[in-house]
């Protein structure tokens, strides 16, 4: 009995041995995956754009020449402080003063007021600039010189939104 047994057991494994071969000869193993190619060295810069990147619209708050103003700008929505008297801490003088708020369509005017606090010479201007702005365009300037005169520039697009057809007011 246990030489039959250990027969049987012998051609069990012989023929699990020739199974096992067989099906490994007519099922190729997958192929192991390739290792992914370097790539290759390139002496060309990538591509840059054809164009830049359209900016918004802009209009611009500045103020230049000597003294130490007190600056409020914006527009009919938005008053925003120029930060108090410029130039109280240094020489007095902090000069040019340049500030911004996005061009928005529907907006009356932009407004542009700075006072001399005793004295100095300055100009105030209010410039747009962005897309279908030729250059960068001073819609409007105003000046004060000695004491407390008020510097002021005031303008509007004339109605039609489009940020381009400006007028200066007063």
């Known amino acids: 009995m246990k030489v039959l047994r250990a027969a049987t057991l012998t051609i069990a494994g012989v023929a699990l041995a020739g199974c096992t071969a067989t099906s490994a000869a007519s099922h190729p193993a997958a192929p192991a995956p390739a290792a992914p190619a370097a790539p290759a060295a390139t002496t060309q810069p990538p591509p840059q754009p054809t164009t830049p990147p359209a900016q ?5 708050f500045v103020v230049t020449g000597t003294g130490a103003p007190t600056i409020t700008y914006g527009d009919d929505t938005d008053s925003r402080d120029g930060g108090g008297t ?5 020489d007095g003088n902090a000069l040019p003063f340049k ?70 007011e007063g």
């Open 56 to 60: 918004a619209k802009r209009v611009w």
């Open 86 to 90: 410029l130039g109280v801490l240094g």
């Open 99 to 168: 500030a911004w708020v996005p061009y928005q369509p529907g907006h009356l005017y932009y407004t542009l007021n700075a006072q001399l606090e005793g004295g100095g010479d300055i100009t105030c201007k209010i410039v747009i600039t962005g897309p279908g702005i030729e250059a960068n365009a001073v819609v409007a300037t105003g000046h004060a010189s000695g004491g407390y005169n008020i510097c002021d520039a005031q303008a509007d697009d004339t109605g039609d939104d489009t940020g381009t057809n400006w007028q200066q």
